[in-house]
């Protein structure tokens, strides 16, 4: 087990840090990349009490946090120590972390665009006329969710058990 005194190497803290900002862009919170490097690069389990004085953040964000990660995937508990603390590692196989987080997330916001879509259809040619809406601009917008909810379904239902993702290949 890693010594809680021990401190982060910079450059481990420029990763996390790099990370964190990636995972802000895809839609998470930063604090769940900082979280998901730590743990990816740890050769043993931390538990939230390790984490919580490698990232100095509150108990309240990390147990947030933790639960986020949890609910998608991204990490999984390891084991619970003789004080009934829980130990945590990230799911190693970055695979199916993002496509859990791409079937979870991204199909339901698709979903959802398109019956805004259609709903907006539903109110005819002379409504969407009356408040300046061109309905052919209405219609593109349904049929590029479409497309977007084909190409994701599409991609999700191949088997991606031996597949490598370029971005982890080259490492």
């Given amino acids: 087990m890693a010594k809680r ?26 604090i769940h990349g900082r979280i998901w ?10 538990d939230s009490i390790a984490l919580m004085e490698r990232l ?3 108990k309240g964000l990390m147990s947030l946090a933790i639960r986020d990660l949890l609910e998608y ?7 619970v120590g003789k004080h009934g603390t829980t ?8 695979v199916s972390v993002i ?13 959802e665009a398109r019956q805004a879509g ?12 009356s408040h300046s ?7 593109n917008v349904i049929d590029l969710t479409s497309s977007a909810q084909l190409i994701l379904s599409t991609f999700l239902e191949q088997d991606l058990a031996g597949t490598q993702l370029m971005l982890f290949a080259e490492g």
């Avoid at 259609?118 to 006329?129: F, N, Q, S, T």
């Avoid at 809406?133 to 219609?139: C, F, G, I, M």
């Fill in 5 to 30: 005194s021990e401190k982060c190497p910079p450059e481990l803290i420029r990763l996390e840090k790099t990370v964190g900002g990636f995972m802000e862009y895809w839609g998470f919170k930063r």
């Fill in 37 to 46: 490097t730590h743990l990816f690069t740890s050769s043993v389990p931390l």
């Fill in 56 to 58: 100095k953040v509150s």
């Fill in 73 to 79: 995937q991204v990490i999984q508990p390891a084991h």
């Fill in 87 to 94: 130990f945590y590692v990230a799911n190693p196989d970055l």
């Fill in 99 to 111: 496509t859990n987080v791409l079937k979870t997330r991204e199909t339901k916001m698709l979903q």
């Fill in 118 to 129: 259609d709903a907006i259809k539903k109110l005819g040619v002379e409504k969407l006329k």
């Fill in 133 to 139: 809406l061109d309905p052919a601009r209405v219609q």
